[in-house]
């Protein structure tokens, strides 16, 4: 469904990813794990267009897509959850899921029923849909976050982070609807820096240093990995 070749992204001269290539295939959960500064969000933002590669391709369901906007890419399939639950905090819960459906637009029957998939999945922000997303709790943000990026109908769906500064528990059950929403046919690719709970849920994985896919496998291949269990598993 997705393949990258030796794509290269710059911060001016900086080099941030330096040739990376890996394939996500369709309905699989793929894990990308990394360190701080690794250079997870960079490839996250350099498939959905915010960034542009310097060299390489990265091409969805056969088409090459680096140099689209990130519009079109949106309109392909393809719907990013940005790192630290990037919401319009000024609006209610429900306004930022209809902005999810930006492209669905015009279309209220579809729209609605997205909606109510999300509900589905994340009751409490059905409960919640009148509250302005800048009061919601960390964890409801992150759980909005991914809701929002569902309105778009995505074939697959680029999670950054969604861990982050959230209590275990929280994480837990967040981690639990992802594995859901991968089993309801959406393709997943995560990137985190929790890498047991990452491959909890995984069925395959790379691993990203300094902007280099240094390591992949499948997830029992990798929970067994020497590297692996020492540098991101604590073991
Ligand atoms: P984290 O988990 O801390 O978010 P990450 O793995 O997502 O890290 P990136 O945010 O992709 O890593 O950063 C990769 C490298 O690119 C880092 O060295 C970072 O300092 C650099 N970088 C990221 N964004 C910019 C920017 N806007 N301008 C310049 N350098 C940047």
Do not use: W
């Not at 909005?144 to 969604?162: A, F, T």
């Not at 046919?185 to 985190?192: A, D, K």
């Not at 909890?200 to 990203?208: F, H, N, Q, R």
């Amino acid at each position: 469904m997705l393949k990258l070749q030796d794509v290269e992204t710059y911060y001016g001269t900086a080099q941030a990813l330096k040739g990376i290539s890996l394939e996500v295939e369709e309905g699989r959960l793929i894990a990308i794990l990394g360190a701080n500064g690794a250079g997870k969000t960079t490839l996250l933002r350099t498939i959905s267009g915010l960034n542009e590669p310097k060299r390489g391709t990265i091409e969805f369901e056969g088409r090459r897509i680096n140099g689209l906007n990130p519009d079109d890419i949106v309109k392909l399939g393809i719907s990013h959850c940005p790192e630290g639950r990037k919401l319009f905090p000024q609006m209610t819960v429900y306004k930022n899921l209809l902005l999810g459906a930006y492209i669905r637009r015009g279309d209220p029957k579809e729209i609605k029923e997205m909606m109510e998939g999300v509900f589905d999945l994340f009751p409490i922000l059905k409960e919640r849909q009148q509250q302005l997303a800048g009061t919601l709790s960390g964890g409801e943000q992150q759980m909005l976050v991914i809701g929002r990026g569902l309105m778009s109908k995505p074939k697959l769906l680029l999670l950054d982070e969604p861990s982050l500064g959230i209590a275990p528990l929280v994480v837990a059950r967040i981690f639990e609807v992802i594995r859901d929403i991968n089993q309801r046919g959406t393709t997943i690719l995560l990137v985190e820096q929790n890498a047991s709970i990452a491959l909890s849920i995984a069925d395959y994985g790379y691993v990203l240093e300094t902007g280099e896919i240094i390591l992949s496998g499948d997830t029992r291949q990798l929970l067994s990995d020497e590297k692996v269990k020492e540098a991101y598993l604590g073991l």
